[in-house]
C-alpha cells in the first residue's frame, strides 16, 4: 500500500482520537462529581436532598432547593434583561449606526468584557445595592436590603451584554446585503426588512448567542456572590436575597472543617450545577434543531 | 404629459473613495420596449440597476450624483417616496438569494408588503407566478418548505417569480437566465417578450444571442461608461466602435 493513504488512515485516526477526547471530558467531568457526590448519596434519599429546603450543613441537614431556585432566578432575571438590550443594540449598531458608532460599541464591549468580575461586583455593591434598597423596591412598596437576587441578575446582565452583543452583531454583519435588496426591491420598508428578513435569518444565531451567554452567566461567580445576599432561602419576590449554587461552592469550599458529608454535598451542588447547564445547552439545541426544520 | 421614455438619466457619476464605478451616464429608457445592457465583466452593469431603484442608499461607499428620473420624478431627491419608487420596479438579481422562508412564503412576502392580505388572492398569484416560471410542477408538493433548499437554478425561477407577483411597471432583470438551462431559459425570455406590451425591461445578459432574440433598444458599456446605444441592428450590424467590434467578435 502507498504511503499516502497510510497518512491518510492515521491522521483521520487521530482526529478521532482527539474529537473522542473532547467528547468524553465533560461525561469524565459528571462522573468524577458523581462519584465524589456519593458518599452524600449513599446516606440521603435523592429527593429529598433536591427538595428539601433546610441547609445546615452542622445539623446534617444539605437541602439543595433553596440554591437550585436561586441559580435559577438570577440566571432567569439577567437573560430577560441583557437578551433584549443586546438585541436592539445589534440591529441599531448594524443596521442604522455609522460607521464611527460601531467602532465605538466595539471599543466599549472589548473594555467591559475585559473588567475583572470582582470589579462588577464592586460596582454592584456600591451602585446597584444602594440604588434597589433607596429608589427601587421602596417603589414597588418592597423593602430591602439591597442584596438581592434582583441586583445579582442586574450585575450578570451587565456582564453577559459585551459577550452577547459580540456575537450577535457578528451575526448580524454576515448577512448578505442582497438579502436586504431583494426585501427592499419587493416593496417592504427598512423596518419591515428588519423583522421578516433579517431576524429571521438571523434567529438561529440570536438564540444560540444567548445560550452562551447565560451557559457563560451560570457560571459567574464572584460578582453574583457579592451582591445577592447569600441567605440559604427560596426568595418570594425579587426583592429577597438569595444563593445561587456557584456562590455556595465559592463561599465553603475549603471552609468545610470536619462535618461529615459536607465536602461531598458541595460536590453534590457542582453536580447539579454541571447537570443544569448540560439541560439548558440541550434545550437551545433542540430549539435550533426545530427552527433548522421549518 | 405621456413622456415616451420612462426612465431618463442625466450625467450619473458612481464613485467609491478609489474608484470610478460609472462615469457620465446619459440614457434614456423606452416604455414597453426592452433594453438590453451589454458590456464585460465589471463594467458596472449591476451598479447601473441598483441606482435605478435606489438600493445604492445601502452602500455607504458609494457616492452617486446626476439625475434619474422615472416617470418625470427624480427619486435622487431628498424628500422622494422610496419605498413607492421601489415598488414600481421588480429587481431580479444576478444571483438568486432567497429569503429565509418558505418557497411559497417567498413569493407571498412581496405581495404582502404591498398590502395585499386577502390570503385567496394571494395563494391565487403565488400559483399562478410559480406556474409562469415553470416552477410549479417541481414544487407543488413542498410549497412549505425551506426555500434554500431548491436548486440554483430552481431557485433563480423562483427569484423571478418572487419578482413578477408584485407587478411591477419596470423589471430589472440582472442575467435572469445563467443558471437556467435551455428549455427553462427559452420559456423566460417567451415570457418576457409577452411582459413587454405591459411592463418596461430592462434587461443585463451576456449572452448575445439572447440579446438579439430579445432587444427593442441595446446599450453597451465599457468600464463604467456607455460607449454606443441604439437599434439591435445598428448595434450588431453596423457597430461603430473598436471596443464594440471586438466585444460582438468574440461573443460569437
Ligand atoms: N458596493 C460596492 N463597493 C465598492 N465597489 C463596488 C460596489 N459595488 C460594485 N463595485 C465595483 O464596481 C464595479 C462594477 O461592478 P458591477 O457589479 O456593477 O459590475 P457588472 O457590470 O455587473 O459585472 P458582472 O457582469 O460581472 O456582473 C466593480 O469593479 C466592483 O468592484
Ligand atoms: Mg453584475
Request: glycine share 6%; aromatic share 8%.
Amino acid at each position: 500500500m502507498n504511503r499516502e493513504k497510510w497518512i491518510e488512515i492515521l491522521s483521520e485516526k487521530w482526529m478521532l482520537l482527539a474529537t473522542l477526547l473532547m467528547c468524553m471530558l465533560p461525561l469524565s467531568m459528571g462522573i468524577g462529581l458523581l462519584i465524589e457526590s456519593m458518599p452524600l448519596l449513599q446516606q440521603y434519599r435523592l429527593g429529598s436532598l433536591i427538595r428539601n429546603s433546610a441547609w445546615s450543613p452542622a445539623e446534617g441537614k444539605f437541602g439543595m432547593i433553596s440554591f437550585i431556585v436561586g441559580t435559577l432566578w438570577v440566571t432567569g432575571l439577567s437573560l430577560c434583561m441583557a437578551a433584549p438590550v443586546s438585541l436592539l443594540v445589534s440591529i441599531y449598531v448594524t443596521q442604522y449606526a455609522k460607521p464611527w458608532l460601531m467602532r465605538t460599541i466595539h471599543i466599549v464591549m472589548d473594555i467591559l468584557a475585559g473588567i475583572p468580575s470582582v470589579v462588577y461586583g464592586v460596582w454592584g455593591v456600591l451602585v446597584i445595592v444602594p440604588w434597589i434598597s433607596q429608589k427601587l423596591a421602596p417603589t414597588f412598596g418592597y423593602s430591602s436590603s439591597g442584596y438581592c437576587i434582583l441586583s445579582g441578575g442586574l450585575v450578570l446582565a451587565v456582564m453577559s451584554i459585551p459577550y452577547i452583543l459580540h456575537l450577535q452583531i457578528e451575526i448580524f454583519r454576515t448577512i448578505p446585503i442582497e438579502l436586504k435588496e431583494v426585501s427592499l426591491s419587493l416593496g417592504a420598508t427598512y423596518w419591515e426588512t428588519i423583522k421578516h428578513v433579517l431576524l429571521r435569518q438571523a434567529r438561529r444565531g440570536i438564540i444560540a448567542s444567548v445560550g452562551l451567554g447565560i451557559s457563560k452567566a451560570l457560571g459567574e461567580t464572584i460578582a453574583v456572590l457579592m451582591v445577592v445576599g447569600n441567605v440559604p432561602q427560596i426568595p418570594e419576590n425579587i426583592f429577597q436575597a438569595g444563593y445561587p449554587l456557584p456562590a455556595l461552592i465559592a463561599n465553603n469550599y475549603g471552609e468545610m472543617m470536619s462535618v461529615p458529608h459536607y465536602l461531598s454535598a458541595l460536590m453534590f451542588a457542582s453536580l447539579i450545577l454541571f447537570l443544569i447547564i448540560c439541560l439548558f445547552n440541550s434545550v437551545s439545541h433542540w430549539i435550533i434543531y426545530k427552527i433548522n426544520r421549518i | 404629459m405621456y413622456n415616451n421614455d420612462i426612465i431618463r438619466i442625466e450625467n450619473l457619476h458612481v464613485t467609491t473613495a478609489t474608484q470610478v464605478i460609472l462615469k457620465d451616464i446619459n440614457l434614456k429608457i423606452p416604455r414597453n420596449r426592452i433594453t438590453v445592457i451589454l458590456g464585460p465583466s465589471g463594467c458596472g452593469k449591476t451598479t447601473l440597476l441598483k441606482c435605478l431603484n435606489r438600493l445604492t442608499d445601502l452602500h455607504p461607499q458609494l457616492q452617486v450624483s446626476g439625475k434619474v428620473w422615472i416617470d418625470d420624478e427624480d427619486i435622487f431627491q431628498p424628500n422622494v417616496d422610496v419605498i413607492a419608487v421601489r415598488k414600481k420596479m421588480g429587481l431580479l438579481s444576478q444571483r438568486p438569494y432567497p429569503l429565509p422562508m418558505s418557497i411559497y412564503q417567498n413569493v407571498a412576502y412581496g405581495l404582502k408588503m404591498q398590502g395585499i392580505a386577502d390570503k385567496h388572492t394571494i395563494r391565487e398569484r403565488v400559483q399562478h407566478y410559480l406556474e409562469e416560471v415553470g416552477l410549479w410542477k417541481e414544487v407543488k408538493d413542498r410549497l412549505h418548505s425551506p426555500a434554500s433548499k431548491l436548486s440554483i437554478g430552481q431557485q433563480q425561477r423562483l427569484c423571478l417569480a418572487r419578482g413578477l407577483a408584485v407587478q411591477p411597471e419596470i423589471i430589472l432583470a440582472d442575467e435572469p437566465t445563467s443558471a437556467l438551462d435551455p428549455i427553462s431559459s427559452k420559456k423566460i425570455e417567451e415570457k418576457f417578450l409577452e411582459l413587454k406590451s405591459d411592463y418596461t425591461l430592462v434587461l443585463v445578459t451576456h449572452i448575445l444571442r439572447q440579446a438579439k432574440r430579445l432587444a427593442d433598444h441595446v446599450i453597451f458599456m465599457y468600464l463604467g461608461e456607455v460607449i454606443e446605444q441604439g437599434t439591435p441592428q445598428e448595434i450588431f450590424e453596423h457597430p461603430q466602435t473598436t471596443i464594440l467590434r471586438e466585444y460582438l467578435k468574440s461573443g460569437h
